[in-house]
């Protein structure tokens, strides 16, 4: 049986979709079955983080209502060996999505995979709930910034009521010269206020743009700043030695 991430955070553009991405480029690189759903019916956006914009037909509506089975839905990736991606609908075509539905559908997934992300919708609203009971982990993704901290509090607590699924915080976009800043939030003070232990810290780098742009994913252009966070992630999730050092993050990125 394998293991299914939830990646959330309440406030839109914290990078839920670039960690669902990266982590799942970095798990299958390291030898793993792994199947990434984009949950964000509407304004879905895995396909292009991924790169695979160009081919998908199906989505996961089609194999909650049977139009399609997960064998037919699931979108083998071209350059990534034992990556799956499961697309959003662009827009519910009648009816409504059914919460148990997904539920069932994650389970199955679960296993015949190692891990599988579901990159959720920003909010905590209709997107959320359908989603929120669905994994057993959870990677709640915040910048080190109080709204952001604020709503990643908020989403923990609604993720509680619904599962209370194993859950980390995943710092994105750090800039080193506001660590540590005076008056600033440092990666600390983030945990202690949404009171969770942290899975890794995601700089600030440019090359998380540019492969968008190429149509590549992150980590396939190297080891840079944000790739090789994504990587060591991958490998923690492991349960290899890839310790995180928050004071040291102006010296490693
Ligand atoms: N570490 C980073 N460095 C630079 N840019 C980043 C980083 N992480 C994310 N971004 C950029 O921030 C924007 C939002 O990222 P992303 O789409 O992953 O967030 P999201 O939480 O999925 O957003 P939404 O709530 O709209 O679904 C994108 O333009 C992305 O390229
Ligand atoms: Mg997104």
Redesign the pocket.
């Known amino acids: 049986m394998g293991k299914s991430f939830l ?1 959330t ?1 309440g ?11 990266g982590l799942s480029v970095c798990l299958a690189a390291l030898g793993r079955q792994v199947v990434c759903v984009d949950a ?1 019916v509407g ?1 879905r ?1 895995l396909d292009l ?1 991924l790169g695979l914009t160009d081919h998908t037909a199906l989505d996961f509506q089609d194999v909650l209502t049977g139009t399609a089975s997960l064998r037919e839905a699931l979108c083998p990736h071209p350059l990534v060996p034992g990556l799956f991606f499961l697309p959003a609908p662009v827009t519910v075509r009648g009816g409504r999505l059914e919460q148990a539905a997904f539920n069932e559908m994650i389970h199955v997934l679960q296993d015949v995979c190692d891990y599988c992300f579901v ?4 909010g905590l609203s209709a997107g959320f709930s359908l989603v929120a009971a669905s994994c057993d982990h959870a990677l709640v ?1 915040s910048a080190l910034e109080l709204p952001a901290l604020r709503d990643a509090a908020r989403t923990i607590e609604a993720l509680e009521r619904h599962r209370s699924p194993k859950t980390w915080l995943v710092v ?3 800039r080193p010269k506001t660590v540590d800043r005076p008056g600033g939030i440092n990666v600390d003070d983030a945990m202690d206020l949404v009171g969770l232990p942290l899975l890794g810290l ?8 540019d492969a ?1 742009a190429q149509g590549l994913p992150l980590p396939l252009l190297g080891r840079t ?2 790739g090789q ?1 994504m990587h060591d992630m991958a490998l923690r999730l492991e349960g290899h030695a890839a310790p995180v050092k928050p004071r040291r993050i102006q010296a490693t990125y």
Request: net charge negative.
């Open positions: 990646v955070s406030k839109g553009g914290t990078g839920k979709t670039t960690v669902a991405a964000d304004l956006n983080v990159d959720c919708a920003a993704i994105n976009r750090l995601i700089p600030e780098d440019v090359a998380v743009m968008v700043g944000a966070a």
